[in-house]
């Protein structure tokens, strides 16, 4: 009967204790918040809609079997927040810019031509995510594509279904802190033999840093922030 009672004493005491472990709230997952600011001034958070740029101060390169177009300049891609605050966050990228719009030359060492004019063709959906991945991902069933003219005349078009990256922070010209950057590197695409010449390389693989600004109406940009808690 004694052990019978410990018993019973011993089984309510888990069922209590199981109670108080149900009822206790979740840890709350970690998000991404995503501000502008610039020095001292107080960050102000990223709001729905927000403009931002995605811009490339370095280069970016699409390496064609021993050979490269090679673009720099003014140039990037730009878009508007959808999510923020997330364990993903969100940014819709409509178009290339500068140089990835076309509207200036690209180096080139293939045969096809000296020079090329590059465009991105979107939109995607860039996804900055709580654990240092940043995608870049099409519309299902959409054609998205990266268009290569070169001055030789060949045309050649690349899907850009998806690109899979990483983001980071660093601290930018002493004045910016946990500043946002981006890098997309060894990024095979296939080449879209509908609408391309018979002498485009079959893939390309592209390369290319980014970092990410936020646009004001007045036309200022700032350099986005991201922290994760």
Same mark, same amino acid.
């Given at each position: 009967?004694?052990?019978?009672?410990?018993?019973?004493?011993a089984?309510?005491?888990?069922?209590?204790?199981?109670?108080?472990?149900?009822?206790?709230?979740?840890?709350?997952?970690?998000?991404?918040?995503? #501000?502008?600011?610039? #020095?001292?001034?107080?960050?102000?958070?990223?709001?729905?809609?927000?403009?931002?740029?995605?811009?490339?101060?370095?280069?970016?390169? $699409?390496?064609?079997?021993?050979?490269?177009?090679?673009?720099?300049?003014?140039?990037?891609?730009?878009?508007?927040?959808?999510?923020?605050?997330e364990?993903t966050?969100?940014?819709?990228?409509?178009?290339?810019?500068?140089?990835?719009?076309?509207?200036?030359?690209?180096?080139?060492?293939?045969?096809?031509?000296s020079?090329?004019?590059?465009? $991105?063709?979107?939109?995607?959906?860039?996804?900055?995510?709580?654990?240092?991945?940043?995608?870049?991902?099409?519309?299902?069933?959409?054609?998205?594509?990266?268009?290569?003219?070169?001055?030789?005349?060949?045309?050649?078009?690349?899907?850009?279904?998806?690109?899979?990256?990483?983001?980071?922070?660093?601290?930018?010209?002493?004045?910016?802190?946990?500043?946002?950057?981006?890098?997309?590197?060894?990024?095979?695409?296939?080449?879209?033999?509908?609408?391309?010449?018979?002498?485009?390389?079959?893939?390309?693989?592209?390369?290319?840093?980014?970092?990410?600004?936020?646009?004001?109406?007045?036309?200022?940009l700032?350099?986005?922030?991201?922290?994760?808690?």
């Amino acid at each position: 009967m004694r052990r019978l009672k410990i018993m019973g004493l011993a089984l309510v005491f888990v069922l209590a204790l199981s109670a108080v472990v149900a009822s206790a709230p979740a840890a709350a997952s970690p998000t991404l918040h995503l #501000g502008w600011g610039a #020095g001292e001034e107080p960050e102000a958070a990223v709001t729905a809609g927000a403009n931002f740029e995605m811009n490339n101060f370095t280069a970016v390169t $699409f390496e064609l079997g021993g050979w490269a177009v090679t673009c720099t300049g003014n140039q990037g891609l730009v878009g508007s927040d959808e999510t923020n605050n997330e364990k993903t966050d969100k940014i819709k990228l409509e178009a290339g810019y500068g140089t990835l719009s076309g509207s200036e030359l690209c180096s080139s060492s293939l045969g096809l031509g000296s020079t090329a004019k590059v465009e $991105f063709i979107g939109p995607w959906t860039l996804a900055l995510s709580t654990n240092k991945k940043a995608e870049m991902l099409a519309p299902k069933k959409a054609l998205v594509l990266v268009y290569i003219e070169f001055s030789g005349s060949e045309k050649c078009f690349y899907e850009l279904k998806k690109l899979k990256g990483t983001w980071a922070t660093e601290k930018y010209e002493s004045l910016y802190n946990d500043t946002l950057t981006m890098n997309f590197a060894k990024q095979k695409l296939k080449l879209y033999k509908r609408e391309s010449g018979g002498l485009c390389p079959k893939t390309t693989t592209l390369n290319a840093p980014f970092q990410l600004q936020y646009a004001e109406e007045e036309g200022g940009l700032w350099y986005v922030r991201a922290t994760v808690s």
